[in-house]
């Protein structure tokens, strides 16, 4: 693998971003750790990643110049961007029978905002920077695109969006000497989930799989790490199911 490439990484302050950003910096590269309300653990992300030259940058993924302005920051602080790795999002409950329409609306508005808008434009931006010198996108889709997520509906359509979204780019962006691609997990244990895996429904969590446990971050940032590689450029367009074999297709 190529070292000393500038890693942009959404949403790195914590769970599976912050093992995305560790995983990279272990391979000597520099990594912006993005966030947008959690400061301090943007900041111990960053102070406890090996190397030299990380930084944390901020932006409300939401806000499409405040991205622009976020990538670029990145970009300067970073000396380069050479990967872009789309993992920020937000999974807000809206059940459709369940939730007022004023609730609907703003659940979909939010969801897509951040989770396909919001990674629309942050390659968008992040493209000006790779264009003249080749780079990599990936994306942090879910399984939950293919599946459904009957409770989080929004969400399930923003990580399908995000697949089709990154197909799209892999053939436009081919002829620039970048790749894009795209994992799909399936359930995670991070800090997040730590409370609902130690209930009842986590037996029923782990039992969706055929090994009866949730993937560890550290084996998504593995795969994230590897499509982000040179061996890795034939395999741009794809999207990989790391989900346990709970979800075939």
Known sequence: MTAGRGVLVTGGSRGIGAAIARAFAA????VAVHYRDAADAAQAVRDGLPGEGHAVVRADMADAEAVRAMVDEAA???????????NAGVY???????TSYEEWQDAWRTTLGV??????????CAVRHMKKRGGRVVNVGSRGAFRGEPAHPAYGASKAGLHAFGQSLAVALAPHGITVASV?????ATDMTVEELATPAGDLIRAQS???RVALPEE???AVVYLASPEAAWASGSVLDLNGASYLR
């Open 184 to 188: 799909a997990p399936g359930y995670v």
């Open 220 to 222: 998504v940032a593995a």
């Open 76 to 86: 300067e602080r970073l000396g380069a961007l050479d990967v872009l790795v789309n």
């Open 92 to 98: 807000l409950p809206h059940p459709v029978t369940a």
């Open 210 to 212: 055929p090994f009866d």
């Open 115 to 124: 989770n396909l808008t919001g990674a629309a434009n942050t390659t968008w």
């Open 27 to 30: 391979r000597g590269d520099r």
